[in-house]
């Protein structure tokens, strides 16, 4: 019985551990009175749950598990034995821990079956109490069950349970926060698994309207929720150990599994227990075996600037002079806070930007022992002397306005650019935990230069919130109604602050803890803001589901002006890569897993963006999360087309006129230089009059 919830999880964690004491193996190798044979398949039957009682089975060992907690092994009948119904199992799970069969034994097991919510089962169909006589031995083993990727579904599994699978393509990781604690990733053989509200606006229909109250649109949260659910499956190490050493399916050379590593063929064992389908690994040849590549530093083309927002992970460095430890948020030891330190200049050395905005930095002014200083010291004794200094936020111990224990900052290169006015901080009362700062820069690369304003930000977290800040469950988490607010108070700090003070090119970095559509963003939308970044684009992955809450929004005036990538540097990483969990297995010269979100990248030509790959496609249609990009091509046409391609809120930004065969040939170059997000396209022609959403990446 598969029984969903956290009282399934209960019983198995409860009664699993209970059969570790359970009597000691039966195996007879003389000849016994046999007893009737039962059939698997009439036993599992085809319904949710196997039918209870005594039964004397003959089948294959096809793989012995005694780190389960029952442990014990599963048995499968061979084709000609089988029942051949497709919709019934050939396959059990016969709980005897200590076992000593081998896989390609053939057994006659005679035992009590159980399936149910409780200890031994668990949700699984299992053989209990077994008197066990081994036949014969070394039978080849029953052929893989097919399972094809592009229908999998993990409601129909039960058809499967207990036999060996294969899946027919590649497999995904999604989730590996429990790797470490209990041997398991979960897989998906549809791609990354996205959060909701990165593609569905729980209050718009299309996702690209502006609506920030409502839940309209929220049955189409849930079905996304329960589809995430449905594709994904658990590959387990088959074993009940915690914390397993070594840690299985790591890497060899970098020690890892990251998000969207990928196993090319998946064969096992599908099991069932705490409350999830999972597949139990075999050995030697038919190990499962992944493969992880770690991202190089995006590449931009020519640029003006280049800047980038990190969030450093609650940088506090005690009290700046070698004491201090431990602190109220960051490091709890000398040693760590060097390990931190060490991983965290190493990621900004490597992007190398002219201005960066950080969050999560110790709120502890900008004096010569403020962790600020100290970052800037080490990213100086790094990149050389002198390489980037502070912008003064008016707080020599803490920052104005600013109750919370970190605080947003601003680095940048004296030699790139030279600040115009003071730093500017959202004054604004009883809004902000981390109120917004913004500082003006003029570039100093052309004789003559450019003046554009950046701020930092740093919105309300979803992890807590009561009353009109309670987890609403619509997909956007705790706070929502406070991030609603703090997004209002930024437009109108853009507007009577920032811009008054010299430029009308503004962007908004940082953490705004809201993904791609929910109600945040769409406030800073209607204002005319622009998000210059894809859905597809990730900053952050909680409970196996990537997201963004990391985005750079900017004036419209710099779309075309601007690109932007996302450095996948920490959040694809497991949490056991971390300083403050690895200890001295740290690898503190890499920049990996540095902090929990990843960095935005942004790179700025003034006389227009030119890619550092002009001929890649990067026009695709949207929305298509679960099936991959699609490019976008023109529709079939006899006569010439009409083109205009703009933002979803304002006026066209293309015009193009001509055949289809030419629009196509030259769509990707007349696009090149627009910055990363979605655009809507209208299309007229003869008998044509088409209006569809692009995602451009």
Not at 95 to 100: E, I, K, L
Request: with cysteine; proline share 8%.
């Amino acid at each position: 019985m598969k029984l969903p919830g956290l009282l399934a999880c209960q019983l198995a964690l409860a009664g699993w551990g209970m059969l570790a004491s359970s009597t000691p193996p039966q195996v007879s190798y003389s000849g016994q009175q046999q007893a009737a044979i039962s059939r698997i398949g009439q036993i599992q039957g085809s319904g949710a749950a196997a039918t209870p009682g005594t039964y004397t089975i003959e089948a294959i060992v096809t793989a012995t598990y005694n780190g389960l907690a029952p442990g014990g092994f599963y048995v499968q009948e061979p084709a000609a034995a089988a029942d051949a119904d497709p919709a019934t199992s050939d396959a059990l799970f016969v709980v005897q821990p200590g076992a000593t069969v081998r896989a390609g034994d053939l057994v006659r097991v005679t035992g009590t079956v159980l399936e149910g919510p409780a200890a031994p089962s668990s949700g699984q169909a299992v053989l209990t109490e077994p008197t066990v006589t081994v036949i014969s031995s070394g039978n080849p083993l029953p052929a893989f069950t097919v399972l094809p990727n592009a229908t999998f579904s993990a409601a129909g599994l039960e058809r499967y349970e207990g036999m060996r699978v294969q899946f027919s393509g590649p497999l995904t990781v999604t989730d590996v926060y429990n790797l470490q604690r209990r041997g398991e990733l979960t897989l998906t053989p549809g791609g990354t698994l996205f959060q909701p509200t990165q593609f569905i606006d729980p209050n718009d229909n299309p996702a690209t309207g502006t609506t920030s109250t409502g839940t309209s649109n929220l049955a189409a949260i849930r079905q996304y929720e329960a589809a995430n659910l449905d594709r994904s499956i658990l590959l387990d190490d088959g074993s009940a150990a915690s914390n397993p050493q070594p840690i299985p399916y790591t890497d060899a050379t970098y020690r890892t599994v990251r998000v969207g590593s990928t196993v090319t063929v998946l064969r096992g064992v599908l099991g069932y227990g705490f409350n999830q389908w999972r597949v139990q690994p075999l050995p030697g040849p038919e190990a499962p075996l992944l493969t992880v590549v770690r991202p190089a530093v995006p590449k931009f083309g020519p640029l003006d600037l280049k800047l980038a927002s990190f969030n450093v992970l609650n940088y506090f460095n005690g009290n700046g002079i070698g004491g201090g430890f431990p602190t109220s948020r960051g490091a709890k030891t000398v040693a760590d806070f060097a390990r931190q330190r060490s991983k965290i200049i190493r990621a900004l050395v490597a992007i190398n930007a002219d201005i960066i905005g950080l969050t999560e930095i110790e709120n502890d002014g900008t004096g010569p022992a403020s962790a600020i200083q100290d970052l800037v010291n080490g990213l100086n004794q790094a990149a050389g002397a002198e390489v980037y200094a502070a912008v003064n936020d008016g707080g020599a111990t803490q920052q104005p306005n600013n109750t919370d224990q970190i605080h947003c900052a601003l680095i940048y290169k004296p030699a790139e650019v030279r600040l115009l006015g003071p730093a500017l901080v959202a004054a604004v009362p009883g809004v902000f935990e981390r109120p917004p700062l913004a500082q003006l820069f003029i570039t100093r690369r052309k004789p003559r230069p450019d003046t554009v304003a950046v701020v930092i930000n740093h919105f309300k977290s979803k992890g807590s919130g009561t009353g009109l800040n309670a987890d609403q469950n619509d997909g956007q988490g705790g706070s929502n109604d406070r991030r609603r607010g703090q997004a209002r108070a930024l437009v109108e700090f853009i507007n009577t602050t920032v811009v008054p003070a010299g430029t009308r090119r503004v962007l908004c970095l940082g953490d705004y803890n809201a993904n791609y559509e929910e109600d945040p963003l769409d406030i800073l939308r209607a204002a005319g803001l622009v998000a210059v970044t894809p859905p597809t684009s990730a900053s952050y992955v909680f409970k196996g589901l990537t997201g963004s809450l990391d985005h750079c929004i900017v004036t419209p005036n710099l779309v075309g002006f601007i690109d932007v990538h996302k450095w996948n540097i920490n959040s694809f990483e497991p949490l056991f890569q971390q300083y403050d969990v690895a200890g001295e297995a740290t690898d503190a010269n890499s920049p990996f897993r540095s902090s929990d979100h990843d960095p935005v990248l942004i790179g700025l030509n003034f006389a227009g963006i030119r890619p550092a790959n002009p001929a890649q496609a990067r026009l695709f249609v949207y929305p298509a999360p679960t099936a991959g990009n699609r490019v976008y091509q023109l529709l079939a046409s006899t006569g010439p087309l009409t083109l205009e391609l703009g933002l979803p809120q304002g006026p066209p930004l293309l015009h193009l006129q001509g055949s289809r065969a030419l629009l196509q040939a030259e769509l990707n170059r007349y696009t090149a230089h627009l910055a990363p997000g979605i655009y809507v396209v209208q299309l007229r022609g003869k008998g044509i009059n088409q209006t569809l959403r692009v995602m451009k990446e």
